[in-house]
């Protein structure tokens, strides 16, 4: 009976999955607001019923009736967490993205179920971090709303986020060979997660204020001082998204192409000297570029990887039915492995689709935007979060070398959970902004 009920769960699960993915992309075809509001709440449904399912199958798994209960328990939890999460936001600010929070919830609990399969007390620290950071980030469209200087604090930002870089760079914890995270009371915390946010603040109030080329020959130069800085660090996968998002924000801001293909030929450059410069990329290179050929040594994680999504196919092995365990650090830059193998290939794929449809969603709130400071930000917290998710998936398929960088609110990592929560708040401000503005337009109108 017990195999019966996991079996179909299993495609219970797919299946609810696929259907929250369509409406996350049905949302945007209708223009009438009650019909987006039926729309999100189908999805509510459809992860609720997801997450229930999973933790069904997690409990009848488990081996002892201590630990059933405390898997009950801690999905109960979750459950009041992510009902409070919905409607305070909603009750909080009327004018909410009501599909950013469910895409929000619905990332958060596929990152919880994983975990809790991964590692129980790992899941439970994971979930203190999302309730703090989501109790503190919803503070964010609020301050947004009434404080309007935030253009003129570009050398503040700048002057912040290198001086947390240098840090790190100079007394930071060593952690598979880059220099990432700074231990403070105890705690654990990677700066450079927060210092993306600085840094699109940065360039968007540079380029909001002057696009003469010596404003533009400055601020390449603080651009590039951040990325150099974590080279030193060798963190290459931060590097390269900071080198990303500035090349295209500084195309998107000027429009011109001279810039773009400069950009390109300076990141080409580089790839080139860190590959003759730093040991561990030339491993990660060639483990991507022949991992069978020292499968036991630096091919090891990739090629586990690489079983781990092949075993789960189309359809998954089932919760608690696979080994994503053999991966290393399955939990932080793999887990996409282990919801491969688990919950299948078609599972994984909406979880890209859904990340798609976030990113969808702050592109159509830049274009929105009439202050191009606010556009810029969209603009490039959009791309740092879609970057980071092509470079985190990317390394996990060996469709590009690893990188070491998390899937935003899936993967563990207490820094990576803040910093993304803020920038999703960031972006939940800039919306509510956008819709006050166009209710108190159409007031006008009618009055």
């Known amino acids: 009976m017990v195999n019966l009920i996991v079996e179909t769960s299993k495609y219970l699960m797919i299946f609810l999955m696929a259907v929250y993915t369509y409406a996350n992309f049905r949302f945007f075809s209708f223009a009438d607001l009650h019909r987006k509001q039926k729309v999100c709440g189908r999805q509510n449904r459809c992860m609720f019923l997801i997450h229930f ?8 798994k488990a081996g002892d009736e201590l630990l059933k209960m405390q898997l009950w328990a801690f999905y109960a939890a979750q459950v009041v967490f992510f009902l409070c999460y919905i409607y305070l936001y909603r009750l909080i600010y009327r004018n909410v993205s009501r599909l950013l929070v469910n895409n929000t919830c619905m990332l958060l609990c596929v990152g919880f179920i994983m975990l809790t399969r991964l590692s129980l007390d790992k899941a439970v620290k994971q979930f203190a971090i999302v309730v703090i950071s989501a109790a503190v980030t919803w503070l964010i469209p609020w ?14 930002y700048a002057a912040a986020g290198l001086s947390v870089l240098l840090l790190v760079c100079v007394a930071g914890n060593e952690s598979f060979g880059a220099q990432l995270s700074l231990t403070v009371g105890g705690i654990s915390i990677q700066p450079s997660e927060f210092v993306k946010i600085t840094f699109v603040f940065f360039v968007a109030a540079m380029f909001y204020q002057s696009l003469e080329f010596k404003t533009i020959l400055v601020t390449t130069a603080v651009a590039a001082l951040h990325v150099v800085i974590m080279v030193a660090s060798k963190d290459l996968g931060g590097a390269l998204i900071f080198f990303i998002t500035y090349v295209a924000m500084l195309f998107i801001a000027t429009g011109r192409w001279s810039y773009l293909l400069a950009g390109a030929g300076c990141g080409a450059g580089a790839a080139v000297l860190a590959y003759q410069l730093f040991d561990h990329v030339r491993r990660r290179v060639f483990a991507w570029s022949n991992p069978w050929a020292d499968i036991d040594n630096t091919g090891y994680q990739i090629t586990q990887s690489l079983f ?5 196919g189309w359809f998954g092995m089932g919760l608690s039915q696979g080994l994503p365990k053999k991966i290393p650090v399955v939990e932080k830059d793999f887990i996409f492995a282990a919801i491969s193998e688990e919950m299948g290939a078609i599972f994984a794929i909406c979880v890209l689709l859904i990340c798609l449809g976030c990113f969808l969603q702050f592109m159509m709130i830049a274009t929105r ?22 470079l985190t998936v990317g390394g996990v398929t060996k469709f590009i070398p690893s990188t070491g960088v998390t899937l935003p609110f899936v993967s563990y990592g207490g820094s990576s959970i803040l910093g993304t929560f803020i920038l999703f708040g960031i972006i939940q401000g800039l919306y509510i902004l956008k819709r006050n503005d166009e209710e108190e337009m159409e007031m006008e109108e009618e009055a």
């Open 308 to 312: 781990a999504i092949g075993t789960g």
């Open 53 to 60: 399912l999973a933790y069904l199958v997690l409990t009848l």
């Open 369 to 390: 935007m009439q202050a191009v400071f606010y556009k810029l930000i969209a603009l490039g917290l959009g791309l740092e979060y879609i970057i980071q998710v092509f």
């Open 143 to 156: 301050v947004m709303e009434r404080v309007w200087q935030l253009c003129k604090l570009q050398w503040v």
